[in-house]
């Protein structure tokens, strides 16, 4: 068979492809796929029984994002005291939940940097968690003394107080609350108040120590923080862990860590605010007693006690001139602050400028309220990365970029606050040329009078925001984030998941029969059934004879389904002679041990049984199977004596069967080195003739075609040729040798006969149809 028909068959695409054979194929190994099956299967379910089960804990929050429209503060009120709060995004929550630091939090405060653990009947590993635990570890004093290869701690209880640790080779007894130096630190272990000894299943305890940075790492990494949708800032936080109970935990302290550092956030921006405005209050509380000790000292010396109706009247509109002016300075002396502010705060210590200072610049109070969140952004990531990382290099880029653009607006408005000042002083000396005769000492009483009402005025601002700032500070609103589902765990385990694995464990289970069976009938060259026999010679095959033991079939009894296949040929060797009942039969075959012997001796046995005088002829004169196969004795005389002339009595070469009343035989006789030449004797020719007058069939039980020429020289004498070919033993190449060197054309009426055929594996047929004896 060729590897292309290998390869379609089974899937419609040979020419001569027989479903019914391609099932075939693989039912006959079904024990196989049965046995597969049941081994994957069986380990499935070793796996699932000693595999950890995992249960899904997860939750769903909202954050807060002005932009998609997200804000919990309803009230007003709250609302304006939350203007340090601000709006987060999305993508870099999710990497905050995520850290290793919040994370790290986590761990310290649910204090689970210890496992315990045991091993049930079964010997599956057992996980206890806090106070499920018969024994409670107390890790006092930690610290990391050295570094060792197994750090379990093994347990055993011994009884209510003493209990036995083995460690790196060592077994030691303590006393349950006993102090132990190990190599993570002082601990000590004690037994839970609700354990009873005689109902624990396990006295035999592992205990690990864990550092609260990689057990971090390590719940960090497997923590699956996500979107719902690119429209919502809904995040689904969830987590695998074997025990429900932790992982709830786990994931509702995660949450609020993450609240209250947020609100610190928001507390550290309002507290730096808070500073800077108290700065600034006793710059100006200073200011305004330095004026009004000014005054009190300008009245005593000129002892003044009111001032001039008049007077006020032609002064008013250079008092409106110089308010202005002071509006203008107050300004001016905002934006120095800032100036200073920026020239004192470098790249590494930014520092965020108060966005509540009164500047009439809209662009510069986007500025500064754009480069405040940048400055505020950068100190949250600093909390959780180091000043190297590229987000926070990234974030410094913009601060410095944002910090020129505001330093370039305050010179600007600056140098515009200058000219203003310019022209309202030039305004005010032409309305004090014309209250020229009000007394210089009035005038200067008035200038400072007005320099107190504006530190008066600045300070009252000032206040209103510091007061702003405090309540800030004071309010206390979950207004950053909002749970949807607290964290729940699912009903069952989602890991392993059974159906997946045991419908893995069926398919493989089939798969890996299918497959070898499809490489070993790949690779085979062997043909197997009588389709295939007949597909390469193009030849019918007359019987297929089962595999058998036993050389003579005729022997095992009336029943021999075998026996029954021989009385077939027989029967269809007649059909193709045309029903003439006498000939010679030549029996060849490709190579031997195709059974060539067996079926020449069965057939002449089935021969006889119908009263038919028959004779087998050992032709196979390199080697001769025949009297082996007959069990009797050789004689060492036979047809070569004959042929070659030392023995001229046929009737002396001819046997006579010990069994069978109507079978003889003629052995080969003694080997010699040229047989071809002694079957192209003309003796031969004798031989034939002689025998074919005292016997009604000559079966001649030549060599291999496939190996030796004897076959076609004796084929002149046949009147029909039965070439022999084995169940998975003959190969296509040996069929292809018969149909494409002439050797078929060569033979005298060539049939087949399919030998070896394999009932088990369902090719064959078995005869049971005897008339029962009793």
Same mark, same amino acid.
């Given at each position: 068979?060729?590897?292309?028909?290998?390869?379609?068959?089974?899937?419609?695409?040979?020419?001569?492809?027989?479903?019914?054979?391609?099932?075939?194929?693989?039912?006959?190994?079904?024990?196989?796929?049965?046995?597969?099956?049941?081994?994957?299967?069986?380990?499935?379910?070793?796996?699932?029984?000693?595999?950890?089960?995992?249960?899904?804990?997860?939750?769903?929050?909202?954050?807060?994002?002005?932009?998609?429209?997200?804000?919990?503060?309803?009230?007003?009120?709250?609302?304006?005291?939350?203007?340090?709060?601000?709006?987060?995004?999305?993508?870099?929550?999710?990497?905050?939940?995520?850290?290793?630091?919040?994370?790290?939090?986590?761990?310290?405060?649910?204090?689970?940097?210890? =496992?315990?653990?045991?091993?049930?009947?079964?010997?599956?590993?057992?996980?206890?968690?806090? &106070?499920?635990?018969?024994?409670?570890?107390?890790?006092?004093?930690?610290?990391?003394?050295?570094? !060792?290869?197994?750090?379990?701690?093994?347990?055993?209880?011994?009884?209510?107080?003493?209990?036995?640790?083995?460690?790196?080779?060592?077994?030691?007894?303590?006393?349950?609350?006993?102090?132990?130096? =190990?190599?993570?630190?002082?601990?000590?272990?004690?037994?839970?108040?609700?354990?009873?000894?005689?109902?624990?299943?396990?006295?035999?305890?592992?205990?690990?120590?864990?550092?609260?940075?990689?057990?971090?790492?390590?719940?960090?990494?497997?923590?699956?923080?996500?979107?719902?949708?690119?429209?919502?800032?809904?995040?689904?936080?969830?987590?695998?862990?074997?025990?429900?109970?932790?992982?709830?935990?786990?994931?509702?302290?995660?949450?609020?860590?993450?609240?209250?550092?947020? $609100?610190?956030?928001?507390?550290?921006?309002?507290?730096?605010?808070?500073?800077?405005?108290?700065?600034?209050?006793?710059?100006?509380?200073?200011?305004?007693?330095?004026?009004?000790?000014?005054?009190?000292?300008?009245?005593?010396?000129?002892?003044?006690?009111?001032?001039?109706?008049?007077?006020?009247?032609?002064?008013?509109?250079?008092?409106?001139?110089?308010?202005?002016?002071?509006?203008?300075?107050?300004?001016?002396?905002?934006?120095?602050?800032?100036?200073?502010?920026?020239?004192?705060?470098?790249?590494?210590?930014?520092?965020?400028?108060?966005?509540?200072?009164?500047?009439?610049?809209?662009?510069?109070?986007?500025?500064?309220?754009?480069?405040?969140?940048?400055?505020?952004?950068?100190?949250?990531?600093?909390? /959780?990365?180091?000043?190297?990382?590229?987000?926070?290099?990234?974030?410094?880029?913009?601060?410095?970029?944002?910090?020129?653009?505001?330093?370039?607006?305050?010179?600007?408005?600056?140098?515009?606050?200058?000219?203003?000042?310019?022209?309202?002083?030039?305004?005010?000396?032409?309305? $004090?040329?014309?209250?020229?005769?009000?007394?210089?000492?009035?005038?200067?009483?008035?200038?400072?009078?007005?320099?107190?009402?504006?530190?008066?005025?600045?300070?009252?601002?000032?206040?209103?925001? &510091?007061?702003?700032?405090?309540?800030?500070?004071?309010?206390?609103?979950?207004?950053?984030?909002?749970?949807?589902?607290?964290?729940?765990?699912?009903?069952?385990?989602?890991?392993?998941?059974?159906?997946?694995?045991?419908?893995?464990?069926?398919?493989?289970?089939?798969?890996?029969?299918?497959?070898?069976?499809?490489?070993?009938?790949?690779?085979?060259?062997?043909?197997?059934?009588?389709?295939?026999?007949?597909?390469?010679?193009?030849?019918?095959?007359?019987?297929?004879?089962?595999?058998?033991?036993?050389?003579?079939?005729?022997?095992?009894?009336?029943?021999?389904?075998?026996?029954?296949?021989?009385?077939?040929?027989?029967?269809?060797?007649?059909?193709?002679?045309?029903?003439?009942?006498? =000939?010679?039969?030549?029996?060849?075959?490709?190579?031997?041990?195709?059974?060539?012997?067996?079926?020449?001796?069965?057939?002449?046995?089935?021969?006889?049984?119908?009263?038919?005088?028959?004779?087998?002829?050992?032709?196979?004169?390199?080697?001769?199977?025949?009297?082996?196969?007959?069990?009797?004795?050789?004689?060492? $005389?036979?047809?070569?004596?004959?042929?070659?002339?030392?023995?001229?009595?046929?009737?002396?070469?001819?046997?006579?069967?010990?069994?069978?009343?109507?079978?003889?035989?003629?052995?080969?006789?003694?080997?010699?080195?040229?047989?071809?030449?002694?079957?192209?004797?003309?003796?031969? /020719?004798?031989?034939?003739?002689?025998?074919?007058?005292?016997?009604?069939?000559?079966?001649?039980?030549?060599?291999?075609?496939?190996?030796?020429? /004897?076959?076609?020289?004796?084929?002149?004498?046949?009147?029909?040729?039965?070439?022999?070919?084995?169940?998975?033993?003959?190969?296509?190449?040996?069929?292809?040798?018969?149909?494409?060197?002439?050797?078929?054309?060569?033979?005298?009426?060539?049939?087949?006969?399919?030998?070896?055929?394999? !009932?088990?594996? =369902?090719?064959?047929?078995?005869?049971?149809?005897?008339?029962?004896?009793?």
């Amino acid at each position: 068979m060729k590897a292309s028909d290998i390869l379609l068959d089974g899937f419609g695409e040979s020419k001569n492809f027989n479903p019914k054979k391609s099932l075939k194929r693989y039912f006959k190994h079904k024990w196989f796929f049965i046995a597969s099956v049941l081994i994957t299967v069986s380990l499935a379910i070793l796996y699932l029984i000693y595999s950890t089960p995992y249960y899904e804990i997860s939750s769903k929050v909202v954050i807060r994002d002005r932009e998609k429209g997200v804000d919990f503060s309803d009230n007003p009120l709250m609302k304006e005291l939350d203007s340090y709060r601000s709006s987060k995004i999305i993508e870099n929550e999710i990497e905050v939940f995520k850290s290793v630091q919040l994370m790290k939090s986590v761990v310290e405060d649910l204090d689970i940097v210890v =496992g315990i653990f045991s091993k049930d009947a079964l010997g599956r590993q057992v996980e206890y968690y806090k &106070y499920s635990s018969p024994i409670q570890v107390d890790w006092q004093d930690r610290e990391w003394k050295y570094k !060792v290869e197994d750090d379990e701690y093994r347990i055993k209880i011994l009884d209510k107080s003493t209990y036995e640790l083995s460690f790196d080779g060592k077994i030691q007894k303590y006393k349950f609350g006993q102090l132990v130096s =190990g190599h993570f630190g002082k601990f000590s272990i004690n037994l839970s108040e609700w354990v009873d000894l005689k109902s624990l299943e396990q006295l035999e305890y592992s205990v690990y120590f864990y550092g609260s940075e990689g057990l971090a790492r390590s719940l960090s990494k497997g923590l699956n923080v996500y979107q719902i949708s690119k429209q919502s800032s809904v995040l689904q936080i969830s987590r695998l862990d074997n025990i429900p109970e932790r992982g709830v935990d786990i994931i509702d302290n995660l949450i609020s860590k993450y609240n209250s550092e947020t $609100e610190e956030e928001k507390n550290y921006s309002a507290s730096n605010a808070t500073a800077f405005l108290s700065k600034e209050l006793s710059t100006l509380a200073a200011e305004i007693d330095s004026i009004e000790s000014r005054i009190e000292r300008l009245k005593s010396q000129n002892r003044i006690s009111d001032i001039d109706t008049e007077a006020r009247l032609s002064l008013e509109n250079a008092n409106q001139n110089r308010n202005q002016i002071a509006d203008v300075r107050t300004q001016i002396q905002v934006v120095e602050s800032i100036q200073n502010l920026l020239r004192n705060s470098s790249n590494e210590n930014t520092k965020s400028i108060p966005s509540s200072l009164n500047l009439n610049d809209p662009s510069l109070v986007a500025a500064i309220e754009n480069y405040n969140g940048l400055v505020r952004d950068k100190e949250r990531l600093l909390r /959780d990365v180091q000043p190297s990382n590229p987000l926070v290099v990234s974030i410094n880029d913009k601060i410095r970029n944002q910090k020129l653009s505001i330093e370039g607006n305050l010179v600007n408005l600056r140098s515009s606050l200058q000219i203003s000042i310019n022209n309202l002083e030039s305004s005010s000396s032409r309305y $004090e040329g014309r209250s020229s005769r009000i007394p210089q000492i009035e005038r200067d009483l008035q200038e400072i009078t007005r320099l107190r009402l504006t530190k008066l005025e600045q300070f009252q601002n000032l206040s209103k925001k &510091y007061d702003e700032a405090q309540m800030s500070l004071s309010a206390t609103s979950n207004s950053f984030l909002r749970i949807i589902d607290s964290a729940k765990a699912s009903f069952g385990p989602v890991k392993p998941n059974k159906i997946v694995i045991l419908a893995f464990a069926v398919i493989m289970g089939f798969g890996i029969p299918f497959v070898v069976i499809f490489i070993k009938n790949l690779f085979n060259d062997k043909v197997e059934t009588k389709e295939e026999v007949e597909n390469i010679t193009q030849l019918p095959v007359i019987a297929e004879i089962s595999e058998n033991e036993n050389e003579d079939v005729f022997s095992m009894g009336v029943k021999s389904p075998v026996a029954e296949q021989f009385r077939l040929l027989r029967s269809n060797l007649f059909s193709l002679n045309g029903g003439v009942n006498d =000939g010679v039969i030549l029996v060849t075959s490709t190579v031997s041990g195709e059974g060539k012997t067996f079926c020449s001796l069965n057939l002449a046995t089935s021969l006889s049984l119908i009263g038919k005088r028959v004779i087998v002829l050992e032709f196979d004169l390199r080697k001769p199977t025949l009297i082996k196969k007959l069990k009797v004795q050789r004689n060492h $005389e036979g047809i070569i004596e004959y042929l070659n002339g030392e023995s001229s009595n046929l009737q002396s070469l001819i046997h006579h069967h010990p069994d069978r009343e109507n079978l003889w035989y003629m052995e080969a006789g003694k080997l010699v080195s040229n047989p071809s030449e002694l079957i192209n004797s003309p003796k031969l /020719d004798d031989l034939i003739t002689l025998l074919k007058l005292d016997f009604d069939y000559v079966v001649i039980d030549s060599s291999p075609v496939g190996m030796v020429p /004897d076959a076609f020289t004796l084929c002149k004498y046949a009147d029909s040729t039965l070439y022999v070919v084995k169940s998975n033993y003959t190969t296509s190449e040996h069929l292809g040798f018969l149909s494409n060197f002439g050797v078929k054309e060569k033979l005298k009426n060539p049939t087949l006969i399919l030998n070896g055929v394999n !009932v088990v594996n =369902g090719y064959g047929y078995g005869y049971d149809y005897e008339p029962s004896l009793t």
